[in-house]
Each structure stands twice: as structure tokens, then as C-alpha cells.
């Protein structure tokens, strides 16, 4: 009997290995699946840039869908997406909230001066709190939520052409259809 552990546990690790290789030939091992999607979005009340002694919040959205970009002047990539807001993501017609990122509020309103302002509202979220509580792994990242206030989708990284096409266009088709 004793004889038998090795092989059993030879046989064991076997099965591990092939299930892994079998596991990323159907998944993508690059994305970054969001436990949020289909939840409710966490609540937030956050300072608004524009005006830090007002807030802006969770509540103030609810009743249509919306998108929130999580962005940063310190953010390389989110300075290669910005193009896509200015432009195609502008125009699907959805609130945008600016979600500024761990990010000084002076280095935020240059760098919007210095880029364009696509965003309806922008809030800021210094200490990253509110991020912790949307999942956020850094800028720039994207959410689409329904005008009740569930996440349907998440993007971990810039926006591209590709991504609006392949991704974005369908997720809002989907959104259309669940919308009476």
C-alpha cells in the first residue's frame, strides 16, 4: 500500500497539470474577470473636482445607465485612451462619470486642460477608497451600469477602437435588450 502514495500522487499532480492546460485553451488568462459584474455598484459619495466642497454620488444616477472611466494624470495609458472618450465613446449618448484616481486635484484639472474634458462629472478619489470598493487594480478602467446601479461590464485597461467594436457596442446592445 505503501508503494502506491508516490503513484497517487504522481497521478494527482498529472490531473492538476491537464485540467490547467485544459482551463486556459477556454479562458483568456490575461483578463481579469470582475466578481462585481451583475451586482449592484458600490455605493459612493464622492467630492466632485470642479467643486470639492460638493459631492456627487451613486444615487445621483440611478434611473439610467452610465459609464465610469477611472483615470489619473499620472496614468500613461489613460492619456492613450483619452482620444476614445473625446471622440466614439462621447458619442453612444451615456452619462460619463470621471472617476480621478489617487490622483492631486491640481495635476487632474491640468491635465484635463490639457487633454479635453469628455466627462458629464468627475470625482475625486484620493486615498483610493471608493476604487477599493469597485475592485479597481489601477487607471484607466471603465464600468457600464444599468440605470439601476448594476455593473455590466468591466474593462481593465485602456479603450481602444477594438475594444468599443468588440466589447462596448455589445455590451450596450445587451443593455438595450434588458430595458423594457
Not at 466632485?48 to 445607465?65: E, H, I, N, Q, Y
Not at 500613461?76 to 472617476?99: D, S
Not at 486635484?105 to 479635453?116: C, F, N, R, S, V
Request: aromatic letters at 12%; charged letters at 25%.
Amino acid at each position: 500500500m505503501s508503494r502506491l502514495i508516490p503513484l497517487v500522487g504522481f497521478l494527482l499532480l498529472v490531473g492538476l497539470f491537464g485540467f490547467g492546460i485544459w482551463w486556459n485553451t477556454r479562458h483568456d488568462p490575461h483578463e481579469i474577470v470582475s466578481p462585481l459584474i451583475d451586482k449592484p455598484a458600490p455605493a459612493f459619495m464622492l467630492p466632485r473636482l470642479d467643486d470639492p466642497m460638493a459631492s456627487f454620488g451613486r444615487a445621483d444616477l440611478l434611473g439610467k445607465p452610465y459609464f465610469i472611466n477611472v483615470f489619473a494624470s499620472w496614468c500613461i495609458e489613460c492619456a492613450h485612451e483619452h482620444p476614445q472618450w473625446m471622440g466614439e465613446m462621447k458619442q453612444l449618448g451615456l452619462p460619463l462619470i470621471g472617476f480621478n484616481y489617487k490622483d492631486d486635484p491640481q495635476a487632474a484639472k491640468a491635465w484635463l486642460d490639457e487633454h479635453g474634458n469628455p466627462f458629464d462629472v468627475i470625482v475625486t478619489d484620493r486615498d483610493g477608497r471608493a476604487g477599493i470598493d469597485f475592485g479597481v487594480y489601477a487607471a484607466p478602467e471603465t464600468f457600464l451600469i444599468d440605470g439601476k446601479g448594476v455593473i455590466r461590464y468591466k474593462r481593465i485597461g485602456p479603450i481602444t477602437p477594438e475594444v468599443i467594436r468588440d466589447e462596448i457596442r455589445p455590451a450596450l446592445a445587451a443593455l438595450a435588450k434588458e430595458s423594457p
